[in-house]
C-alpha cells in the first residue's frame, strides 16, 4: 500500500476516534444548553457538577475539571458557565470550590483558571510531593460578563473579576478586579479603569 494513502487512512481513523471521545466526554456534563460546540480532544471531570449555558463554546484539548474527590478527601465542586462563553484551545479550568463564569465571556488559548492549591505553604505540606499533599482552596473564583480574558493568563483561587474587564495576556491574577478594568503583569495589577 502506498505510505501517502496509508498516512491519509490513519489520520482519518485518529479524528474520528478523537470526535467519539469528545462526544463521550461532553455527556458527562449535568446541562449543556443549545447550539454549544466542543472541538477535539475535551477532558471532562467530574461532569454531573458542572453546567454551561446556551451557545458555548470550548476549543481544542480543553480540560473542565470539578473534582470530588482527592486522595481520599471529598469535596462538593460546582463550575458553572453561563451563556455565550467562548473557551479557546488548552484552556484548564479546576474547581473543588466553585467556579462561576458569566454570560458573554471570551477566555484566551491556555488560560488557567483554578480554586483550589496542592497544599498550603505550611512546612508539614512542603514536605510532601505535591501529588500527596491535600488539595486547598482559598475561596471561590467568579468572572463577571462581558470578560475578556487574554491568552495563557492564570486566575488563582478566591479572585473575583468584575464584568466587562480585560485581563491582559500572561497577567496571574491574585487579587479582585474591579469592573470595567484593565490588569496586567505578575501580579496583577489595575493598568486602566474605564469610565
Known amino acids: 500500500m502506498n505510505i501517502q494513502i496509508y498516512g491519509k487512512i490513519i489520520r482519518k481513523i485518529r479524528k474520528i476516534n478523537s470526535k ?10 449535568e ?7 466542543f472541538e477535539k480532544d475535551l477532558t471532562i471531570i467530574g461532569g ?25 478527601i471529598h469535596f462538593n465542586p460546582i463550575i458553572k458557565i453561563g451563556n455565550n462563553v467562548k473557551i479557546n484551545s488548552k484552556c484548564h479550568i479546576g474547581a473543588i470550590n466553585e467556579i462561576s463564569i458569566d454570560d458573554d465571556v471570551l477566555i484566551g488559548s491556555g488560560v488557567f483558571i483554578t480554586d483550589h492549591a496542592h497544599g498550603t505553604s505550611h512546612l508539614k505540606d512542603l514536605k510532601l510531593p505535591p501529588n500527596n499533599r491535600n488539595l486547598y482552596s482559598k475561596g471561590k473564583v467568579k468572572i463577571g460578563s462581558k470578560c475578556w480574558i487574554c491568552e495563557n493568563a492564570v486566575i488563582l483561587p478566591g479572585v473575583t ?18 469592573p470595567y478594568s484593565v490588569v496586567g503583569g ?10
Not at 467519539?20 to 456534563?29: A, D
Not at 470550548?58 to 475539571?65: D, L, M
Not at 485581563?167 to 474591579?178: C, E, Q
Not at 505578575?186 to 469610565?195: D, E, Q, T, W, Y
Open 48 to 72: 454531573e457538577n458542572i453546567t454551561i449555558g446556551d451557545n458555548f463554546f470550548a476549543g481544542p484539548n480543553c480540560r473542565i475539571e470539578a473534582w470530588k474527590e482527592y486522595n481520599g
Open 161 to 178: 473579576i468584575g464584568e466587562s474587564s480585560i485581563v491582559g495576556a500572561g497577567a496571574i491574577v491574585t487579587k479582585d478586579v474591579p
Open 31 to 37: 446541562r449543556i444548553g443549545v447550539k454549544c460546540i
Open 186 to 195: 505578575n501580579p496583577a495589577r489595575v493598568l486602566k479603569i474605564i469610565n
Open 20 to 29: 467519539i471521545l469528545t462526544n463521550l466526554e461532553v455527556q458527562k456534563i
